[in-house]
């Protein structure tokens, strides 16, 4: 028997009802599911759930349902145990949730034989300090599948940064925010902002303005090896931070540097298929052209 975590699309009706059927599905196989008390899933079939701590403590795997962005969520519950997660794809074509609806059961079946392939992803580690301390208490995710941004509110001033590697400062400029994306995230906020599409199997941090003013725009693409450090020299205290698309309430004050790592840990994705990247891409990108 197996621990499966299942987390779905809140917002989504259609996703809402076929996590209902994985979940009838997978407790008829014998599996224990479990679920999470704030998912609106549980609580409109009157199903057990439990708090997000045993959520992500107990589960084997994790199914998600949705887009990407309920992809994102879940992923947020494998990282520390770094634990195999399946996408299930509601909705419009994204480049996490690789299985789509008709194919589910036959995918779930694999899964339970684990007749399947993990393709590891990188992950980002990110933390602000201020004069060489850790900030602390921040509410600040850590940790990012697809990127960290930072940028200024509707009515805030530009943001001056400084990005330094090794010690080195490399460009200094302003713009209306800073996206530091992994290969994973150059398909998502980075891309729309001009940066680079990347094979997500490779290990390399990508760092974006956003809205720059300077008619210097490029990306910049660096080694995970290297000591990366966003300085941020500007003077509003309306900037705020997102982590994967959801914002955090940090204010952002001057002289706060923004330090950046490769983590230790890796996002364990299932897939059953070498090529679902390039085989997304082109549909999504290239046949839609």
Known sequence: MKNIGIV???????????????????VKKGNNVLLIETDKMPENYCLPSVSEEEFSAKNDLIIAIGGDGTFLRASKYSFKREIPILGINVGSLGFLNVVDTCNMYSAIDKVLKDRYEIEERMLLEGKFFKNDKLLENTGLSYLALNEFAITRSTLGKIIKFEITVNGISIKNFAADGIIISTPTGSTAYSLSAGGPIVEPKSEIIIITPVCPHTLLSRSVILSPDNKIEIIINSRNDKDSVSVDGKTMPVSIRP?????????KL?????????DIFFKVFKEKFIERI
Not at 10 to 22: D, G
């Open 8 to 26: 779905s699309n809140n917002e989504k009706q259609e996703a809402i009802e076929i996590a209902r059927e994985i979940y009838d599905y997978l």
């Open 255 to 263: 002289d706060y540097i923004f330090k950046i790592k490769k983590s």
């Open 266 to 274: 890796k996002l364990k994705l299932i897939t059953f298929s070498k």
